[in-house]
């Protein structure tokens, strides 16, 4: 028998174990376990793990996941707050557009006020007190 192939001679991989009896510890299995024509070809690749690992790495693993469940969550509050936050953004800059229309519509209208007030002469202004 080849060593590097299982017992239906299908090249045999290198898998890890997350139990809580092995976790993380590797194994060589059949390349086409479950499937039609697979065997149940299995050989540790890594020494017995000792009791302390047991004990220490599920609940490590645990705390791993634990971790990535929040950052995923704060990932998906943070994609929030930005789509939210270009929304604003979008907003203000209309609000920008807005007044400086209606400033310069306003100095406009002051302008020619003004002009006006510049072209009549005494008289008129005298009439119109
Ligand atoms: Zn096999």
């Known amino acids: 028998m080849d060593p590097s192939s299982c017992y239906c001679s299908q090249l045999r991989t290198l898998g890890c174990s997350w139990t809580s009896s092995n976790p993380g510890r590797r ?30 790495i599920p ?3 645990r705390s791993i996941d634990q971790t990535e469940s929040q950052l995923h969550q704060v990932q998906a509050e943070l994609r929030t707050v930005k789509t939210e936050l270009q929304r604003v953004d979008q907003r203000g800059k209309r609000i920008q557009k807005v ?6 519509f306003l100095l406009l ?15 008129e202004v005298k009439q119109l007190l």
């Open 27 to 56: 194994f060589y299995g059949c390349g086409q376990y479950g499937t039609v024509g697979g065997c149940n070809y299995f050989l540790w690749f890594d020494p017995p793990m000792c009791e302390r690992s047991r004990q220490v």
């Open 99 to 104: 007044f400086l229309v209606a400033f310069l």
């Open 59 to 61: 609940g490590l693993l």
């Open 109 to 123: 209208i002051f302008k020619n006020g003004k002009s006006n007030i510049e072209n009549t002469n005494v008289g």
